[in-house]
């Protein structure tokens, strides 16, 4: 059973416009939760992070926001630049320790010049 | 540069040899995290360590593979016999602390190739 959905493997967005990438989760134990961005051949790099006792977390281009009656979240990037092309990964950990995450499979942004 | 390192960044063993990969933490940092990713997959957990001690290894398979963090050195993880469905990447990650507010910083992973 998978504890962290992204349900959309892949998003193509124009320069310029928003992306938004989703994730939802299961577990309600989970009270942190994080983005990360991945280019090809190296590792995740730390993006945003929201904890649940807050709705939104804001950061220059990037928004997350966190519905934890929908055990959704979503991450807003605006405006979208071809740099921001990446494999982005929504996880999701207990305040106990957030070095141990549960990652969703992915969601790959092409952003289009 | 002070981040995780991870070594090798490739490598490739037969089947039922040894896989030996190595992490060193960002310096200061006493908490170590390994994670496997599969193809097409996110990454999964593994095992959580801290200065000679495993905290956490819920998510290690039960045979073949062992992880270590010694008083000196970088952490090992341990791939005993391995078959072609270990191959995948394998990532390291430390933090400072383990707040839930603490940034993980990962390295760059292991390709590791079973043939």
């Known amino acids: 059973d998978q504890q962290v959905k992204q349900n959309s493997p892949s998003l193509s967005v124009q320069e310029g416009r928003i992306s938004i990438l989703n994730c939802d989760y299961t577990?309600?134990?989970?009270?942190?939760f994080l983005w990360y961005k991945k280019y090809p051949a190296e590792g995740p790099t730390f993006l945003i992070s929201?904890?649940?006792?807050?709705d939104k977390n804001e950061d220059g281009r990037f928004t997350v926001f966190l519905n934890k009656s929908a055990k959704h979240l979503s991450l807003h990037i605006v405006p979208s630049q071809p740099g921001d092309s990446a494999v982005y990964f929504c996880?999701?950990?207990?305040?106990?320790?957030?070095?141990?995450?549960?990652f969703g499979d992915g969601t790959t942004l092409t952003v289009k010049p | 540069n002070a981040g995780v390192m991870q070594n090798p960044r490739h490598l490739v063993r037969r089947r039922g040899q040894e896989a030996r990969l190595r992490c060193s933490p960002v310096?200061?940092?006493?908490?170590v995290y390994w994670y496997r990713q599969l193809p097409e997959e996110g990454l999964k957990f593994m095992v959580y360590?801290?200065?000679?001690?495993?905290?956490?290894e819920s998510g290690m398979p039960k045979e073949r593979f062992s992880a270590e963090f010694p008083k000196e050195g970088p952490s090992i993880l341990r791939i005993q016999q391995v078959v072609r469905g270990d191959s995948a990447a394998y990532f390291c990650?430390?933090?400072?602390?383990?707040?839930?507010?603490?940034?993980?910083?990962f390295g760059q992973g292991t390709r590791l190739t079973v043939v």
């Open positions: 360590l801290q200065k000679e001690n495993i905290i956490d």
């Open positions: 577990n309600s134990m989970f009270d942190y």
């Open positions: 310096k200061g940092h006493s908490h």
């Open positions: 929201i904890s649940s006792i807050k």
């Open positions: 990650a430390s933090t400072l602390t383990r707040a839930s507010s603490t940034e993980a910083f």
């Open positions: 996880a999701a950990s207990d305040s106990t320790n957030a070095g141990k995450s549960t």
